[in-house]
């Protein structure tokens, strides 16, 4: 999904939270985990879930999937309160959010 923020168009989920890209994660592979993913929650798929489009999914390293786009894996940031909030982004000057 997409939605509007005062940073432009930008991805969402299905609540219409922003999502990030981490820096450190490799194509198809997500490096954040244990707390990272506490404050960086992974947008999961469920086992089935196919790719459609620019949309992949990755398998994490618990075994569960998670959504990608173009090949980065996406996660939702714990300290945004509501929709078009992008509080994560430049988090450490490693999370970005996930733009179309």
Do not use: E, I
């Not at 490096?31 to 960086?40: F, K, L, Y």
């Not at 459609?52 to 999914?57: D, F, I, S």
């Amino acid at each position: 999904m997409m939605g509007k923020t005062a940073m432009g168009p930008v991805l969402t989920d299905a609540k219409g939270m922003t999502l990030y890209v981490f820096d450190k994660d490799s194509a198809g592979k997500s490096a954040c985990n244990g707390p990272c993913a506490t404050n960086w929650p992974p947008l999961m798929a469920s086992a089935s879930a196919k790719p459609m489009g620019k949309y992949t999914v990755v398998t994490r390293d618990d075994g569960s999937k998670q959504w990608a786009y173009d090949g980065k894996p996406l996660y939702t940031w714990a300290k945004d309160a509501k929709p078009g909030d992008t509080t994560g982004d430049g988090v450490n000057n490693v999370w970005h959010v996930a733009k179309p």
